[in-house]
Antibody, heavy 115, light 112 residues
């Protein structure tokens, strides 16, 4: 069945770089796009960016200068890297599959930015 | 980017009561292919979002039919016909017609 799982460090120091991995199963990254969405504690959902099935990327304009999304199709993994982290980047980070709709979601990974 | 405005931000309901949530878009969500990619999500406490409705009114598999969606263009509504305890949480509309995806601010459904 379709599954997505986020992984990465739970704690990142301010000004450092965040690296997250979304490992998928049950489908191919060359058939479906994967998006990253984050949610600060107690707040709403914010779309961050997406890796399209053809390898094209698209980013939230507010994060574009700090954000990079890549993939390894052989490992069924999508990667998120965001630099210059600040406390306001503290959030749960989700990856979700795009099949014309945000159907499948990972459980999310909580990232805290703190010294 | 498309702005989605959800109202009300909070909804208090009793079990069995019917409620509606509105989602208004800053521009039409009708895609050039004829589809309208307006979706509704439910996020229960401590859980990732769950897709309830897609393409305005299509019920996702396994979602109870007390949930229904309607609307067109820029105005959309989610209705719950007879709230149950498991329906409590935060509801979000999200559009995927125009890049980038954008989300409404959320509506928290709580027990009165």
């Amino acid at each position: 069945q379709v599954q997505l799982k986020e992984s990465g460090p739970g704690l990142v120091q301010p000004s450092q770089t965040l690296s997250l991995t979304c490992t998928v199963s049950g489908f191919s990254l060359m058939d479906y796009s994967v998006h990253w969405v984050r949610q600060p504690p107690g707040k709403g959902l914010e779309w961050m960016g997406r890796m399209k099935y053809d390898g094209d990327t698209y980013y939230n304009s507010a994060l574009k200068s700090r954000l990079s999304i890549s993939r390894d199709t052989s490992k069924s993994q999508v990667f998120l890297k965001m630099n210059s982290l600040q406390t306001e980047d503290t959030a749960i980070y989700y990856c979700t599959r795009d099949g014309g709709r945000p159907h499948y979601w990972g459980q999310g990974v909580m990232v805290t930015v703190s010294s | 980017d498309v702005v989605l405005t959800q109202t009300p931000p909070t909804l208090s309901a009793t079990i069995g009561q019917s409620v509606s949530i509105s989602c208004r878009s800053s521009q039409s969500l009708l895609h050039s292919n004829g589809n309208t990619y307006l979706n509704w999500l439910l996020q229960r406490p401590g859980q990732p979002p769950q897709l309830l409705i897609y393409l305005v009114s299509r019920l996702e598999s396994g979602v109870p039919n007390r949930f229904s969606g309607s609307g067109s263009g820029t105005d959309f509504t989610l209705k719950i016909s007879g709230v149950e305890a498991e329906d409590l949480g935060v509801y979000y509309c999200v559009q995927s017609t125009h890049a980038p995806w954008t989300f409404g601010g959320g509506t928290k459904l709580e027990l009165k």
